[in-house]
């Protein structure tokens, strides 16, 4: 009895919580299509997101790379395939792993610095300030986010796709000792649009979702300092979760016909 | 009272939970009047002006502000009727990210679209009424002392030349003299350019120095409005203990929630 008492409180819980970050969304992507913007705040966030990030996801994809080509020589050593492990490097790194390393390490840095600092907006009043000041918290806040997220990701993955390749090309030649040329064209052989695209498209989901639960918990975070804390963790657990799952559904919508 | 009240609540009613806030508030403030509301620590006044100020919803009653119902305006009007609003929040509630002076003209270039370089001027010469040097506008306002953040809200609240004021606990957490300033500041720059106040405190120095009227707020309703001047003699027992700070009396302090 007790206990199914307790299944249906999580339950209507989780509802509650999906309902409120549904509606969060829809008045984010509102206010992201009507004026006014703040360009400046757009190009802030453009530039802490983008730029500030790449050291980090570059050094991902590096070692993404070299990996993969590590790995899939010791598999196709016996075939002497030079080009299938060129195949492997670029399918891998833009399908899969550009976007989603990427992706997993933006949220931690970025959707964990939205939350604490929209949280300790929220709970020292500043968020309240704002709407005493004739402006909405959702433009002035959220809508440079998430729309900095959304374009920014997929510029960050198309870089971690290109030095991912290279990373491959690294081992392969220097220390496996392939023949540059051969390695490079059969990377361009092998690679089509749609790899390259359907990882952008990835991307730019990733990037709204890491904006929009970096956001949605600082917002609504409540409590003091303790709040903030669990609004930044909340902001990278639920950001990573979600990235995993839509990057299994959109995979299966690109690639399962 | 002669003319139309500023603002006027009739039977305001809020509650979080199961836990009744506002119990029924009815309060009229005339134009050019100075309204202090007191009352301990949690009893609700910071609720009140939220619900005036449109950031929190009343579950029931009337908020009036120029004879117009604000109580369910939607969120592109409530902008309009915040112009006419400043508010000092209890803890300054200034933009860390932002410069003092940014924060001073913010509601200049957010809502009045000012440009940056007259919006500077004005903020310097607001910043000067609360005898703040210019120097001050570069500093960020985590490099301010308490005192001179509370100086800084006041000049971000009267900036953009309201026609009322809230004051939530303009003096607490202020040495005496700093507290007097703030009181001297509040009187010179609300009461005598005749913008009508509505203040919230628990220091019967300050209540009695800025208010004409003082309320007094206990279990969610006004128990007892009038003269300032006659709050030493209101026959209320419940004012008395509370203006004389006495521990024994008929209001119990709620040491378990
Ligand atoms: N957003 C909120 N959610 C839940 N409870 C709240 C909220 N805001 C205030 N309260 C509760 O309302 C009561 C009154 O708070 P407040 O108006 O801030 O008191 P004070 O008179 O000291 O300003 C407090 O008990 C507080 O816990
Ligand atoms: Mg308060």
């Known amino acids: 009895m007790n206990f199914l008492a307790l299944i249906g409180r999580v339950v209507l819980g989780f509802l509650g919580h999906i309902g409120r970050l549904t509606i969060f969304a829809g008045t984010a992507l509102s206010h992201c299509v009507r004026p006014p913007l703040y360009p400046r705040l757009i190009g802030r966030q453009m530039i802490d997101i983008g730029y500030y990030s790449l050291p980090v996801v570059g050094l991902t994809a590096i070692f993404s790379g070299m990996v993969l080509a590590l790995q899939s020589y010791t598999g196709f050593a016996r075939f002497s395939a030079e080009s299938a492990i060129a195949n492997v490097v670029v399918l891998s790194i833009t399908r899969e792993l550009g976007p989603v390393l990427a992706g997993l390490m933006v949220a931690g840095r970025i959707g964990a610095s939205m939350a604490a600092e929209i949280g300790t907006m929220r709970v020292t009043e500043q968020i309240d300030a704002l709407s005493t000041l004739s402006t909405n918290p959702f433009k002035y806040l959220v809508v440079p986010r998430i729309l900095a997220g959304l374009f920014m990701l997929p510029l960050l993955v198309l870089v971690a796709d290109i030095i991912g390749v290279f990373g491959g090309y690294l081992v392969s030649v220097y220390k496996l000792g392939f023949n540059p040329g051969v390695y490079i064209n059969s990377t361009a052989d092998f690679v089509q649009p749609l790899d390259v695209i359907s990882g952008l498209v990835k991307a730019a989901v990733f990037g709204f979702l890491i904006s929009l639960m970096g956001c949605y918990n600082g917002y609504y975070s409540k409590g003091g300092a303790q709040g903030v804390g669990a609004a930044t963790t909340n902001a990278v657990v639920s950001a990573s979760i979600l990235i995993l799952i839509t990057n299994y559904l959109l995979t299966e919508l690109f690639f399962s016909t | ?257």
């Open chain 2, 1 to 257: 009272m002669s003319s139309a009240p500023k603002i006027h609540l009739k039977d305001v009613r809020k509650a979080f939970g199961d836990k009744q806030v506002l119990n029924g508030i009815d309060l009229d403030v005339a134009p050019a009047e100075s309204v202090v509301i007191i009352g301990g620590s949690g009893t609700g006044k910071s609720v009140l002006l939220k619900c005036i100020l449109g950031i929190l919803n009343a579950d029931s009653g009337v908020v009036d502000v120029d004879g117009t119902d604000v109580t369910h305006i939607p969120a592109s009007t409530r902008g309009e009727v915040n112009k006419k609003f400043g508010m000092l929040f209890q803890g300054a509630a200034l933009f860390d990210s932002l410069p003092v002076w940014e924060n001073v003209a913010f509601g200049l270039m957010q809502g009045e679209r000012m440009p940056r370089k007259q919006a500077k001027e004005r903020a310097i010469e607001t910043l000067a009424k609360v005898g703040l040097a210019a120097s001050v506008g570069d500093l960020s306002p985590s490099e301010l002392s308490g005192g001179m953040q509370k100086r800084v809200g006041l000049a971000r609240a009267i900036a953009g030349n309201p026609e009322i004021i809230f004051f939530d606990e303009p003096t607490t957490g202020l040495d005496p003299i700093m507290a007097d300033v703030i009181n001297d500041l509040i009187i010179a720059c609300v009461r005598d350019k005749g913008i009508t106040a509505l203040s919230i405190t628990h220091d019967m120095h300050s209540a009695r120095k800025i208010g004409d009227r003082i309320g007094m707020i206990y279990e969610g309703r006004l128990i007892w409005v009038g003269d300032a001047k006659t709050v030493d003699r209101s026959g209320n027992e419940y004012v008395d203990q509370f203006v004389n700070g006495r521990a024994e009396g008929p209001i119990k302090m709620q040491l378990r929630r």
